[in-house]
């Protein structure tokens, strides 16, 4: 493996990002600007409704961020004007051909300067409607593939996924790229484009109906789920995002094509400054559920392993396989994350962010503290269901007999209750893959890139990603809690 110099690959690069109002893809911005200047240009692809509302957007929701506060420091009120020079936020759409981009010379030029692309738009919401999953997270690759396809400078395509694509498998789970054929359950035959039709059938017959947006949303939500399981996957999110691989696989071609698979991504390690996030997703939604003293207990097999990883390594991880994976014909795959090198077992976390919120109670809008006692993690569902009927069925005899009273409040509160035990049950049904997950990701190709890295005279201290270094305990008490209740926790 080469590595000269990774900075100097980024410099004069121009550089396609999608998804940079998202949190990913917002690091891997903020790196490049602060370590490399001399990139060419940055090319950020924002859903908007023109150019300037793009640029409005980034912003907004880019710029003004506080991850920008190291370079904001560092150049006061010239860091919009630095940011500016280097950067052109574009309206586009992934679900689109062409992400949806009319104005022709402006598309001409992309293809003509795009060096590096990095996809890194997706709806990350486990329970999406499976139209909107299947237009961006399968049909948005397919359509970055084909735009990468038409740039003439192109060295590398770079795209995010995730290893659950690999569906709940146990064992040892390889950087192996996914094929059509290759569904979780291997029944049912997996035809991408007889999904769309199943999409567009729904969609024409609700019409018809004459459906409400809540019902429709309601019912394209199930659908996800319900093809996802026929498959094999646990939730509408992996089963759409492994379509997606599977798209990228199979046209690929000679595109330089890396896929990088980032478990569940947490907090920054250390870059910009430690402890940075934005949204709470997996493992974060429970965290944060916790403190607020919404959530009292969640279901997991006491020997999981959660896998998370810190942004800014993954991050660096993605420069690495930009670098050694430029200009090679083939496509390559890295799990990105810290099960099979340093892993957390889920009855770790759960005592520690019991102590954080002991230690450190959230203060609601109120300024109530808010008392927690241990989060109780119940290991089969079975007792879990008991748990959540006592909490929430107990006045049941009582509400029996308002009832026959044929009391409205009443059985507006059990409507309520009922509602709610669904919720929780849905829930746990979408992060169950999450939660009994016993296996680990394989990252052989991900360790190749750090003895490449640590056989250079690269910078292992800006380039690091090695998840060994990290102590759990110290890494979510004192940097992954506190930053999420500083930028993802509102009261
Ligand atoms: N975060 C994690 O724990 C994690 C773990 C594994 C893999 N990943 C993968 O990493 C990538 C980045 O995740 P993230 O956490 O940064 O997600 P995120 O914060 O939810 O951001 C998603 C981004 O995608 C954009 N997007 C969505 N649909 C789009 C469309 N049709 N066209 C253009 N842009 C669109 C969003 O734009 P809007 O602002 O307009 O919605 C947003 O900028 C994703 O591919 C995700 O699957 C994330």
Redesign the pocket.
């Known amino acids: 493996m080469e590595l000269e110099g990774i900075l100097q690959f980024f410099e004069n690069k121009t550089i396609l990002v ?8 917002k690091v891997f911005v903020e790196k490049i600007l602060r370590v490399q200047p001399n990139v060419k240009r940055f090319s950020l ?1 924002v ?1 908007a409704s023109n150019n300037q509302a793009a640029t409005q957007r980034f912003r907004e929701e880019v710029i003004k961020k506080d991850i920008f506060r190291i370079l904001r420091n560092n150049l006061g009120a010239n860091l919009e004007s630095f940011i500016f020079e280097r950067v052109t936020p574009i309206s ?4 689109y051909e062409n992400f949806g981009i009319k104005d022709s010379i402006l598309i001409e030029e992309m293809w003509k300067d795009i060096d590096i692309v990095l996809n ?5 919401n486990f329970d999406e409607r499976y139209d909107v999953a299947l237009g ?1 997270n399968t049909y ?1 690759a397919l359509h970055v593939l084909n735009f990468a396809k038409k740039c003439i400078k192109l060295k590398v395509l770079l795209h ?3 290893p659950y694509v690999s569906s709940e498998k146990g064992g040892n789970i390889l950087e192996s790229p996914l094929r059509m054929e290759d569904t979780p359950k291997g029944t049912s035959r997996l035809v991408i484009n007889a999904e769309k039709e199943v999409v567009e059938e729904y969609l024409g017959r609700l019409r018809v109906q004459g459906a409400t947006n809540e019902e429709i949303t309601s019912t394209m939500k199930d659908l996800g789920i319900k093809r996802a399981k026929l498959y094999g996957w646990p939730n509408t999110y992996v089963y759409t ?1 492994a379509l997606g691989e599977m798209l990228l696989e199979q046209f690929h071609q000679n595109l330089p094509l890396a896929i990088v698979r ?4 947490t907090s920054t390690y250390k870059e910009p400054f430690s402890g940075w996030i ?2 709470a ?2 493992i974060d939604g429970v965290i944060t559920a916790f403190g607020k003293g919404r959530l009292k207990s969640f279901l997991g097999h006491p020997n999981s392993i959660l896998d998370v990883i810190p942004a800014d390594m993954v991050v660096n991880s993605i420069i690495m396989a930009m670098v050694t994976h430029a200009n090679k014909s083939s496509q390559i795959i890295f799990h990105v994350g810290s099960s099979l090198r340093n892993p957390m077992k889920l009855p770790s976390l759960s005592d520690l962010i019991s102590l954080y919120f002991t230690q450190n109670p959230w203060i609601d809008r109120n300024g109530k503290s808010i008392k927690v006692s241990k989060l109780i993690v119940f290991s089969n569902i079975a007792t879990f269901q008991a748990y959540m009927a006592i909490r929430y069925k107990l006045p049941l005899k009582v509400l029996w007999l308002a009832n026959l009273m044929l009391c409205q409040y009443y059985r507006e509160i059990r409507i309520n209750l009922n509602r709610k035990v669904r919720v929780v049950m849905r829930m746990v049904d979408l992060y169950k893959p999450y939660a009994f997950f016993t296996g680990s990701f394989d990252d052989s190709n991900t360790e190749n890139l750090r003895v490449a890295i640590r056989e250079s005279d690269v910078d292992v201290n800006l380039f690091y990603f090695d998840p060994r270094c990290i102590d759990w305990e110290d890494y979510i008490m004192n940097t992954h809690i506190p930053g999420l209740t500083k930028y993802s926790m509102k009261p």
């Open positions: 999608t998804g940079t109002t998202g949190f990913l893809a692809l859903r586009g759409d992934i679900s890194s738009a997706a709806t990350t961006i948005g995010v996924s995730t995002k980032p478990t569940m991504v934005e949204g997703r997996t």
